[in-house]
């Protein structure tokens, strides 16, 4: 089984994605960020440039990594990705009208990746004050982050009524680093349980 995480900058993917799959033990995908980005592309984002390339930058990350999961994918499995092809369609509010129709063709690339479930992470005012305000990355304009989060919120939010196998989940108020939060994604999201591996009060170790 593939779930596709999404939603707007600073929201949680991140997060969400290592915690799932450190919880499913079948490994996640994550899209990167400064570091393993190619450090242009923050620098156009942040500007405002090159919208064609930023969008099939980010198409081919995810591309690469839902190809590379093909080959771990099987029955009982269940991975998680960061980003789909609604990420991509959302992001096209950010541009001027003038290139909608060049990044419409980007949004082709994902045409093949069909996660089994895609959750859309939605804000109102938390995700803009806990997750974007006060985190103070070096490499952002924490108002253009609010600004551009609010934007594509709204994207994903029209878009997710027409996207198949989606579903929608107000982040607000759940904590992604403790159990309730994680298991209220899960149970949100109709996610299948994961295998706990277990905890014992013991005074001899034997092995199983």
């Known amino acids: 089984m593939r779930v596709a995480i999404v939603g707007g900058p600073g ?20 899209e990167g960020e ?9 620098e156009d984002i942040e500007a405002g440039l090159n919208p064609v390339g930023v969008t099939a ?17 099987r029955p009982g499995r269940v991975i998680f990705f960061e980003g789909a092809r609604i990420t991509l369609e959302a ?34 005012t938390d995700t803009v004050e806990k997750h974007i305000r006060h985190r103070n990355r070096p490499f952002e304009d924490a108002e253009n ?13 029209r878009l997710a009524p027409a996207s198949p196998n989606t579903v929608v ?10 159990r309730a939060g994680l298991m209220h994604i899960i149970e949100a999201a109709g996610l299948p349980p994961f295998q706990e591996v277990p905890y014992e009060q013991i005074d001899r170790f034997r092995e199983p």
């Open 11 to 30: 929201i949680g993917k991140s997060t969400l994605v290592r915690q799932l799959g450190d919880l499913y033990h079948n490994g996640s995908y994550g």
């Open 34 to 42: 400064k570091g393993v980005w190619d450090p242009r592309v923050l």
């Open 57 to 73: 930058y980010f198409a081919r990350l995810y591309d690469a990594n839902y190809r590379d999961a093909a080959d771990h994918d």
């Open 91 to 124: 992001h096209i509010a950010e541009y001027p009208e003038q290139f909608h129709a060049e990044l419409r063709n980007v949004l082709t690339v994902g045409d093949l990746w069909h996660p089994d479930r895609v959750i859309v992470l939605t804000s109102s």
């Open 145 to 157: 982050m609010v600004r551009r989060f609010r934007l594509i919120d709204r994207e994903f939010r």
């Open 169 to 178: 989940i107000n982040r607000d108020g759940v904590e992604f680093h403790d």
